[in-house]
C-alpha cells in the first residue's frame, strides 16, 4: 500500500526533536538478569532492589517513575519489568532514554515479548479528543519504515498495524464522509494493543505509539530516535485540519481508487458467471496485489449492489456471503456451521443458572419514543446538517484539487437536506447552523439531549432499582451501582442502563423487571443491543486460564441466532464461528494439539476489539478486573424474549466454564479442532479442484482423485468416527 506511506524529511525530523510542546512518556520492557545459580523467591522485592540501587544511585533515573511486573513477560530468562516514566519535554527525553538503554544493555535483556511504547501529547492542544483526526494520523504514519527497523513487530499481537485495519467495517461510511473526522475515527476500534493506541485522548489527552519492540531493541537508539520524531510529526500534521490537507484528501481518494478497482474485478468475474457480456470491462486496471480479507469483503458489497442495480440480478443474501467470503461450496459451508455448534442439556442450562461462582453484569440498550416525538425533528436536523456540512467540505477540497491537477471537476456537490431546499438553499451552498435558520431549534449539545431525555421522559421513581449514577459520559462504569447513560449509536433518545457486578441469583431477579421498565416506558430497535459480562469467582486470573477458542466451538451460536436473527451479521457482535474460520491456520491447531500447553495458543483467532459477539478486550486487565463479554443479544423487541435470554445466559455461562477447565470435555474439543484441519484441507482441495478447471484438466487422475476426496467427506456430513481416516486420505500423496 504505497499509497499510504508518508515520508518525513530530514528538516520534519529535526524540528519534530526541538518541539517545545511536546511532553512525551515511555515505557520499557524487558527482562532483569539473574546471576547464575540464584532463585528469586520476591520478584517484587527484587523489582524493587533494581530500581533503586541500579537505575537511581547508578544511572540517576528520576524516583518517582514507576516501575511493576510486565504479565507479558513470561519466557522466564530474567525477572519480567515495566518501567513508566512520566511526562517529560523533549530534551528530557533525548537525555534520559539512552542512559536507560544503557542500563539495561548491562543489567537486563530483552527479547521479542518486549516492547518499548511512546506516550506524546501536546501542551500546544487542550482538547486532544476534539483535535486529533486519527485517520489523518494513521495514514501519515509510515508502518514501512517503522517495520525496517523493528521488522519482528509486523505482525505483533500487542501492536497491530493500523493500515491493516483500515477497511474493517466502516470503508463504506469512509467513501460517503470523506473528511468527517468524527465519524472517521469510528474505523479504528479503540484496543490498547492497536501499535496507535488512542484510547486515552478522550480523558487524558495523549497518543501511545507501540510499534518499537523486539529483540535488543535498547541497542537502536538512532532508528528509535528518528521514529519518535515520526511520531511527533505526524500527531500535529493530524491536530492540524488545514496542515497538508491536500495530501491528506488524496490518500483518501487513492484508498477509494483501490477499492473500486477490486469491485471492478470482482464485477467482472460476477458477469462472467451468469453469463453476461465483460466486453466493456476488458480494460480495466487489474486486482491489486495483497488484497486484504476486510478489503475484499467491502469491495464485494460494492460489486453485488453494481449487479443488481446496473444488471437487475437479485443475489440471494447467503450467495452474497459466499462472494464475500471468497467461497461458493454451500454444503462445506453447512458442514462447517454443524460441527462448529455444540448443543446444551437441560441439566447443564440448570446447573449454570445455579452456579454461585458467576458473577455478572448487564447492559440493557433502549430509546424512548417521547422524545423522538417531541425533540426528534430536531435531533434530525442536527444530523442532517452535520452530514452536509462535511460532504460539503470534502467536496469542496476534492474540487481544488482537480482545478489544481488542471482537471475538471470529478464530481458534483452534496445535495442540500430537503428542509434547506425548502427554504432556499442549492447544493453547494453554505449553510448556517440550524438554531440560526429555526426558532425552535436549540444549539447542538449532546449533553443537553441526554439531560433532556432523562428529566422529562424517563420516570426514575419506577426503575426497579435505586441505586444509581446518571453519566452524561458513555465510558462511565461502577461496580457496586447500576449507571444511566447515553448510547449515541441508536440516536439522541438512546438510553444505556448498565448494571454493577451481580450474582446470578441477583441477576434473575433483576432482569425481567428492567425488561418490564423498557416494555411499559421505551423501546427496543433494531440497532440496540443486550450485553452480558460474566466472570468466575474461582477462576481468580481469567486471562492465564481461559482458552478462548475452546469457550467460543461450545457456544452454539446458531441457537442463539434462532432468536435473534438480525444479529448474525450485526457489525457490533461479529460472530466468534467466523473469526475463527478465518483467524486460526491448520497449522495452528496442529502445533496446539501436539504441545497442549498454552491455552493462550489460539487465542489470536478472537479478534481483541470491542466489537465482537465475544469480547475478549478485558482480559489485559488486572487479574481482579477481567471477564468477557457476550454481545449477541439485540435487534427490535428483545426485552420481550426473557425466557430464551435466560437459557443464552446459561449457555454463556456453561461455555466460559468449558473454556476455563482444560481437562472438561477435552476430548470433544480435539474433535472440534482436527475438524477444523479437515476444512482447512477441504478449502485447500477445492481451491485446486478450480484451479485444474480453469486449465482444462478435469479428466486428469489427480483431479479425479481429489474430487472423490471431498465428495466423500461432504456425503458424510463429516462424521466423527471417520475423521482420523479422513484426515490420512487427505495427506495421501495425489
Known sequence: MRYLLEKVSKKEIDEALKNPNVRIGVEFEFYIKVPEYTEIDDEDHFRKKFFKNILVKKYNIPT????????????GIGVPIEIATTPMNIDVFMNVVPKMFDAIDKYGITNNECGFHVNISLSNVQNLHNTLDIVKLVLFTDEEYIYKAFDVRRNNTYARSMKDMMFVDRMDMMLEDLIDKRKLENIYHVSHTNAINHEHIKNK????FRYIGGYDYHKKWNDIRRIVAHYIHNLVVACDPEYKRKEYMLKMHRIMERVFTIAKNIYRNLLIDYGKDVSN?????????????????????????WLEDV??????PEKQRKIMMKTENKEIERNMVEFLTEKVLKRDIDSALKNQN?????EFEFVLPEFDKKYGKAAQIWVEWDNYMQRLDAW??????????????????????????????EPGD???????LFDDIPKLDIKKFFNIVVKEFLPLEKLPFNNYIISSDNETKSTSKWVIKPDATIGPSGIEVASPILTIDQFLDICPKMFNFIEKYGVTTDSCGFHISISLKNVPNLSKTLDVVKMALFLDEEYIYKFFKKRRDNDYARSAHKSIKVGLTKEDIEEFIRDNIDVTKLRKAIPNTHFEAINIEHLNASPNKQYIEFRYIGSGDYHKKWNPIKKIVAHYIWALCIGSDPEFKKKEYMLKLNRLMLKFDLFTKLKRLDTLEKENKQDTPEYNFILNQVKKIVSMGINANDISKVMEENNAKV
Open 430 to 436: 453554505d449553510i448556517p447552523e440550524p438554531y440560526e
Open 311 to 316: 444488471n437487475m440480478i437479485k443475489i440471494k
Open 396 to 425: 469542496e477540497s476534492s474540487t481544488e484539487e482537480y482545478e489544481n491537477a488542471g482537471e475538471e471537476e470529478g464530481i458534483n456537490p452534496p445535495d442540500v437536506p430537503k428542509w434547506a431546499e425548502e427554504i432556499g438553499y
Open 64 to 75: 518517582h517513575w514507576e516501575y511493576k511486573e510486565e504479565p507479558t513477560l513470561n519466557s
Open 205 to 208: 489527552h495523549y497518543i501511545e
Open 358 to 362: 458467576v458473577r455478572i453484569g448487564c
Open 281 to 305: 470491462l476488458k480494460n480495466i486496471d487489474k486486482m491489486p496485489e495483497n488484497v486484504g480479507f476486510y478489503e475484499y469483503q467491502i469491495a464485494a458489497k460494492i460489486a453485488i449492489k
